[in-house]
């Protein structure tokens, strides 16, 4: 059969080879895949050994809960003291959970129920877990992990769900330009307000959150962080002013007329992401044992390159169906 053969013979229903597999990959494919292995990551971090130790909910859920008020720290007391009482049946759960949440997102057959359990998962985990990722301790801050990674978990399932439209950002295909812009304002712009607030411009703001990140990393990291220690040290009002600076422009960037500026807004949320999760969040802390996500750091930047604008080909008869029908968007 001659190539052209084989291609009407794809065309007309029946079962693609390889190339034309590969070619269905789409970019929002690629970006829901990272998302799951995200999700994946988040399940086999959930079972390292000490999360199954009566250690792991006082030091995780009780940090959760410091400087909450009473309606949020007493709610999350209690789901310390249950899983004191569970500590294997309950992280076994949990990581079974995110497991076949990740690896549901990553079959197009599964795509759709495994984000909308993402959804319902999402709001658990942020109010028990992470205690509203801070925002309500008096000391939330961008740069250690406010908002919380539950939230952008959320955000990116409900900006990934299986779509054909047509839109300038896999972001806006299925709730839109507008919309898709004022979740790009709020969420990069509360990042912002957060970095302006007096307790995160302090003297020693981010000297002190950078030198917490050394604890059982190797010698290389250590000598990163202590370096980036001293370089901010007494500096913490001048840099959270340019780091909030930073975090609005990234927020505006999307309303900017033109292409090169919105992708350098990306670019630049993609840059601050990796500061925040090198130097703020540790990678999410994975030297003891003690991670239990990656943190917000990823998060943020594949929500930027879920933004990103690109230039879709004016004639494309095929790819929509294809890639309609690998990210499991039938109707």
């Known amino acids: 059969m001659?190539?052209?053969?084989?291609?009407?013979?794809?065309?007309?229903?029946?079962?693609?080879?390889?190339?034309?597999?590969?070619a269905a990959l789409t970019p929002r494919r690629r970006l829901q895949l990272a998302l799951a292995g995200l999700w994946v990551l988040d399940g086999l971090l959930k079972l390292q050994p000490f999360m199954f130790t009566r250690s792991f909910a006082p030091m995780t859920l009780g940090a959760a809960a410091d400087g909450a008020p009473g309606w949020l720290s007493g709610p999350i007391d209690w789901a310390s003291s249950l899983d004191q009482h569970h500590p294997v049946g309950l992280m076994l759960l949990f990581a079974l959970v995110e497991l076949l949440i990740g690896f549901g997102i990553a079959l197009p057959a599964t795509v759709k129920p495994a984000l909308v359990a993402c959804m319902l998962w999402v709001p658990f985990l942020w109010f028990f877990a992470e205690g509203l990722g801070g925002l309500a301790s008096g000391s939330p801050s961008a740069f250690t992990g406010a908002p919380g990674a539950s939230i952008l978990?959320?955000?990116?399932?409900?900006?990934?769900?299986?779509?054909?439209?047509?839109?300038?950002?896999?972001?806006?295909?299925?709730?839109?330009?507008?919309?898709?812009?004022?979740?790009?304002?709020?969420?990069?712009?509360?990042?912002?307000?957060?970095?302006?607030?007096?307790?995160?411009?302090?003297?020693?703001?981010?000297?002190?959150?950078?030198?917490?990140?050394?604890?059982?990393?190797?010698?290389?990291?250590?000598?990163?962080?202590?370096?980036?220690?001293?370089?901010?040290?007494?500096?913490?009002?001048?840099?959270?002013?340019?780091?909030?600076?930073?975090?609005?422009?990234?927020?505006?960037?999307?309303?900017?007329?033109?292409?090169?500026?919105?992708?350098?807004?990306?670019?630049?949320?993609?840059?601050l992401a990796a500061l925040i999760w090198v130097f703020g969040e540790g990678f999410g802390m994975p030297f003891m044992g003690m991670g239990t996500d990656p943190d917000t750091g990823p998060l943020l930047a594949l929500l930027a390159l879920a933004f990103w604008p690109a230039l879709r080909p004016a004639t494309a008869p095929q790819a929509p169906l294809a890639g309609a029908a690998v990210e499991g968007a039938a109707a």
Request: overall charge positive; aromatic content about 10%; hydrophobic content about 50%.
């Open 2 to 22: 001659t190539r052209s053969a084989s291609a009407t013979t794809v065309r007309r229903g029946n079962p693609p080879d390889a190339a034309d597999r590969v």
């Open 153 to 271: 978990y959320g955000v990116l399932a409900v900006l990934l769900w299986p779509s054909g439209r047509d839109e300038p950002s896999e972001a806006a295909r299925f709730i839109g330009s507008r919309w898709s812009q004022v979740v790009w304002i709020v969420l990069w712009g509360l990042l912002a307000f957060l970095a302006f607030l007096p307790v995160n411009r302090s003297a020693d703001a981010f000297s002190d959150a950078i030198s917490g990140n050394g604890q059982g990393a190797p010698s290389w990291y250590v000598s990163a962080l202590n370096h980036a220690s001293s370089l901010t040290a007494g500096h913490g009002g001048v840099v959270g002013v340019v780091f909030g600076v930073l975090l609005a422009l990234v927020a505006v960037s999307v309303l900017a007329p033109w292409r090169r500026a919105v992708r350098g807004g990306m670019v630049l949320g993609v840059v």
